[in-house]
């Protein structure tokens, strides 16, 4: 079974950091590219980062560009968002996804999602 599982949300204070995890399981991860995506409450879910395990590119969304950083372990099979200088409309729940088409943050092209992991930061 495939298998993604977002961790490490929590309740963090303005300027504050995180780092999200996404373990995988069930497929072969380096041909995937792994996403990270986020929905705030009333909001649609929007990309976040995204990185091409065969390649290690990358991708972040501008709201983020300079304060989050995505990352792999192929050992572990293990995607990581480190996050900092976290602001309040960081709030959201979380989700990492995988597909095959490589580093994009177009939601129908992903395959498998894993359950969402929450972020709250308080001002």
């Known amino acids: 079974d495939v298998q993604l599982q977002a961790s490490g949300g929590g309740l963090v204070q303005a300027g504050g950091s995180l780092r999200l995890s996404c373990a995988t399981s069930?497929?072969?991860?380096?041909?995937?590219?792994i996403g990270w995506f986020r929905q705030a409450p009333g909001k649609e879910r929007e990309g976040v980062s995204c990185i091409r395990n065969s390649d290690r590119s990358t991708y972040y969304a501008d709201s983020v560009k300079g304060r989050v950083t995505i990352s792999s372990d192929n050992a572990k099979k293990t995607i990581y968002l480190q996050m900092s200088s976290l602001k309040p409309e960081d709030t959201a729940v979380y989700y990492c996804?995988?597909?095959?088409?490589?580093?994009?943050?177009?939601?129908?092209?992903?395959?498998?999602w894993g359950q969402g992991t929450q972020v709250t930061v308080s001002s």
């Open positions: 996804a995988a597909g095959t088409i490589g580093c994009t943050v177009i939601e129908e092209l992903y395959d498998f």
């Open positions: 069930g497929f072969t991860f380096e041909n995937y590219a």
